[in-house]
């Protein structure tokens, strides 16, 4: 099993960044895919970011491609979630998750509780 906490979320203006943090505790980090997803008020949870096990691998939604990045450090069991050009569309609950599944889109077992980002236009 793994633990999932994100940190990092906010208010920021369109335009602006933030960096996502997902720390993980539990069996090793470097076993497990991790993933970023988010939620918008009425709206289903949606895949954002994957990243592999070694990090050689990412995959992104399009409505985010080339503007945020995915990225981990296994030596300190943590994923991140850079953001920038931030619109009023990305406000969402983020959530970071962990799985073993083939796909970097879906297959997450593990999920954080999320963190809160508000882009203002």
């Known amino acids: 099993q793994v633990q999932l906490v994100e940190s990092g979320g906010g208010l920021v203006q369109a335009g602006g960044s933030l960096r996502l943090s997902c720390a993980a505790s539990g069996r090793a980090f470097s076993i497990w895919n991790m993933g970023w997803f988010r939620q918008a008020p009425g709206k289903e949870r949606e895949f954002v970011a994957g990243?592999?096990?070694?990090?050689?691998?990412?995959k992104y939604a399009d409505s985010v491609k080339a503007r945020f990045t995915i990225s981990r450090d296994n030596a300190k069991n943590t994923g991140y979630l850079q953001m920038y050009s931030l619109k009023p569309e990305d406000t969402a609950i983020y959530y970071c998750?962990?799985?073993?599944?083939?796909?970097?889109?879906?297959?997450?077992?593990?999920w954080g509780q999320g963190t809160q980002v508000t882009v203002s236009s």
């Open positions: 998750a962990a799985g073993r599944s083939y796909s970097l889109e879906n297959g997450y077992d593990y």
């Open positions: 990243i592999s096990r070694s990090g050689g691998t990412t």
